[in-house]
């Protein structure tokens, strides 16, 4: 059974940077894709990051492009959320997910391939 575990949210001031971190385990991790996610209260879920199980491949939008960056280690079977000059509309619930293959797909339908999903943890930008 696959489980995603996050950590690492908490309180930050405007400006400031955090590092969220997903543990995964229950299959192998380094020939999945996996994707960081967030959603604020009454809005919907959307995309932070992706990469590919490679690591060759990463996509991010247009709203944090540039301010966060995914990377994973596959001997910690760990992905990583690095996230700088954080802003007070990046308050959310950041969710860690994990594909069914190598790469993740352009398609917010399916949830760009993710399969399975951690619990959350909470990320608060405020002064």
């Known amino acids: 059974q696959v489980q995603l575990v996050e950590s690492g949210g908490g309180l930050v001031q405007p400006g400031g940077s955090l590092r969220l971190s997903c543990a995964a385990s229950?299959?192998?991790?380094?020939?999945?894709?996996m994707g960081w996610f967030r959603q604020a209260p009454g809005k919907e879920r959307e995309f932070v990051a992706l990469i590919s199980w490679s690591g060759s491949s990463t996509l991010y939008p247009d709203s944090v492009k540039g301010r966060f960056t995914i990377s994973g280690d596959n001997a910690k079977r760990t992905v990583y959320l690095e996230m700088n000059n954080l802003k007070p509309e990046d308050t959310a619930v950041y969710y860690c997910?994990?594909?069914?293959?190598?790469?993740?797909?352009?398609?917010?339908?399916?949830?760009?391939?993710?399969?399975?999903w951690g619990k959350g943890t909470l990320v608060t930008v405020s002064s």
């Open positions: 997910a994990q594909a069914n293959g190598f790469y993740y797909t352009n398609t917010k339908d399916n949830d760009y391939g993710m399969k399975y």
């Open positions: 229950g299959r192998t991790f380094s020939t999945y894709a």
